[in-house]
Nanobody, 118 residues
């Protein structure tokens, strides 16, 4: 089992920055990929960014490319999402997820609220 705990959400003005953290515990050695998803009110959950644990390779949704950066600290078993130039449309609950293979993300955090005011 893998447990994920997010932190770092909050309220910020448009154009501002926030950094989200996702601390993993349990069978962290089994994690292959970690990712961030988000869900805005009335909308479906959507992919934001992912990072391959071993190589550090990353991938981003077009809507956040060049504004958000995903990174990981292996020693701390923690993944970060640095969010810059935030827009009101970035307002959502952000979820950290992990998977131990190439299938669906089987582990999820509880979510952290990010609100961007205009």
């Amino acid at each position: 089992q893998v447990q994920l705990v997010e932190s770092g959400g909050g309220l910020v003005q448009a154009g501002g920055s926030l950094r989200l953290s996702c601390a993993a515990s349990g069978r962290t050695f089994s994690i292959v990929t970690q990712a961030w998803f988000r869900q805005a009110p009335g909308k479906e959950r959507e992919f934001v960014a992912r990072i391959t644990w071993s190589s550090g390779s990353t991938s981003y949704a077009d809507s956040v490319k060049d504004r958000f950066t995903i990174s990981r600290d292996k020693a701390k078993n923690t993944v970060y999402l640095q969010m810059n130039s935030l827009k009101p449309e970035d307002t959502a609950v952000y979820y950290c997820a992990a998977r131990t293979g190439l299938g669906p993300y089987g582990y999820w955090g509880q979510g952290t609220q990010v609100t961007v005011s205009s």
